[in-house]
């Protein structure tokens, strides 16, 4: 038997949102927020790529640091990374660390104007979520157009 | 509760560190953003030079002293953010203070690798191992 408080069965008419679930007596509850049952949102892959970027520019210095470390070991050492630098894993690598260093100016700026209180609303939320998942892309992209196009890289 | 309950305008003030840890967190994460803008630039610049001009970048007081201040306010947030996401995903008190522990060890460690290496540059010392071996 069904009523509009105690559905047997969960449709498109009965639950247009798609969110509910039904307790075993019977009875729709919306589904509890656990990892699995929530909908995609951009502000929450904002939030995610914020700290797999902050793990990977912590990767980035350190690859830095190694960088310091051939040039301060003279010509010879610094001779050999450059030549891996020039391969195309190298390019490859050096492409990646840009975009995660895009990625860590955008979302950073995007957590600092979120922790001030200001652009909390879904729309500017959203927006400066999205500028901070996809801006990282074409500013990256055009970076390395830049650096062909002065021959500072060629493959 | 030990200690006496203190008000600032009228709020409570912690009794602990409050929220200067998230404070200082905000003010590096805020330093990086022109600081990092500074190395985009710069690494746009030093992209397909070789050794000798790299070397003679390094030698530019500016340029060394923005390298360095990078580095100690990059690997300071780090091992900040690196606790807050520690202390997220592991609960175990001994796991999480050791891991806490070897993160800002690890930071620690880059921090003054870098500055000695940028110290070395900037004054045109001899290259490693100088005086070592050969």
Request: hydrophobic fraction near 55%; charge should be positive; proline fraction near 5%.
């Amino acid at each position: 038997m069904t009523s509009s408080n105690n559905h047997t069965t969960l449709d498109k008419a009965t639950d247009p949102t798609g969110r509910l679930v039904l307790q075993p007596n019977g009875r729709p509850r919306p589904m509890s927020p656990h990892l699995q049952v929530w909908r995609w949102h951009v502000t929450m892959t904002a939030s995610i790529l914020f700290r797999v970027t902050i793990g990977a520019a912590s990767v980035g210095a350190a690859m830095i640091v190694g960088v310091l470390a051939a040039l301060a070991s003279g010509p010879e050492a610094y001779a050999g990374l450059l030549g891996f630098m020039a391969s195309p894993l190298g390019v490859l690598i050096a492409f990646g660390l840009t975009v995660v260093l895009f990625s860590f100016l955008l979302n950073g700026a995007r957590h600092l104007i979120n922790d001030t209180g200001q652009g909390l609303t879904p729309k500017a939320a959203d927006m400066l979520s999205n500028i901070a998942v996809w801006g990282p892309v074409p500013l990256a992209i055009l970076f390395f157009i830049g650096l062909f196009a002065t021959g500072r890289v060629s493959l | 509760m030990s200690g006496t309950v203190q008000h600032k305008n009228g709020v409570r003030v912690s009794q602990r560190h409050g929220a200067g840890e998230w404070k200082l967190e905000k003010m590096l994460l805020a330093a990086l953003m022109p600081l990092g803008l500074w190395v985009a630039v710069s690494a746009f610049s030093l992209t397909g030079a070789d050794y000798a001009e790299t070397a003679a970048w390094f030698t530019s007081k500016l340029n060394a002293g923005l390298a360095i201040l990078t580095l100690i306010v990059f690997f300071g947030f780090s091992a900040l953010a690196w606790k807050v996401i520690i202390e997220d995903y592991i609960h175990k008190p001994g796991t999480k203070a050791l891991l806490i522990g070897l993160a800002n060890l690890v930071f620690l460690a880059l921090t003054a690798a870098s500055v000695f290496f940028i110290v070395r540059l900037a004054l045109g010392s001899a290259p490693l191992p100088a005086g070592i071996g050969a």
